[in-house]
């Protein structure tokens, strides 16, 4: 156990910090699965910018990788387009 008192807040401030982490992944990981499960193209359009955003955000402060965030965004637009590209064949 540490013993000097910047270390003693140094794991104070990561635990604290962890737990704010683990919050919004876990938000951002809902976020995904709901849109994965979307199958219809209008609300799958909708919210695809908002869970791009929290990505971005997660990316910007190292809570996620850059390159985890870019490719959880490129295979989520692949899905939207395909969702857009069939409502459109059908309609």
């Not at 013993?3 to 992944?25: D, F, G, L, M, W």
């Not at 791009?52 to 692949?78: E, G, M, P, R, V």
Request: charged share 30%.
């Amino acid at each position: 156990m540490a013993n000097h008192a910047s270390s003693k807040k140094r794991i104070r401030q990561t635990e604290k910090r962890n737990e704010h982490n683990r919050y919004y992944k876990i938000t951002v990981r809902n976020l995904v699965r709901k849109l994965r499960a979307t199958t219809d193209a209008e609300a799958a359009k909708a919210l695809y910018p908002e869970v791009a955003s929290k990505l971005d955000k997660l990316a910007k402060n190292n809570t996620i990788h850059a390159n985890q965030a870019a490719n959880l965004k490129s295979k989520l637009s692949i899905y939207v387009n395909k969702l857009v590209a069939a409502a459109a064949v059908k309609a």
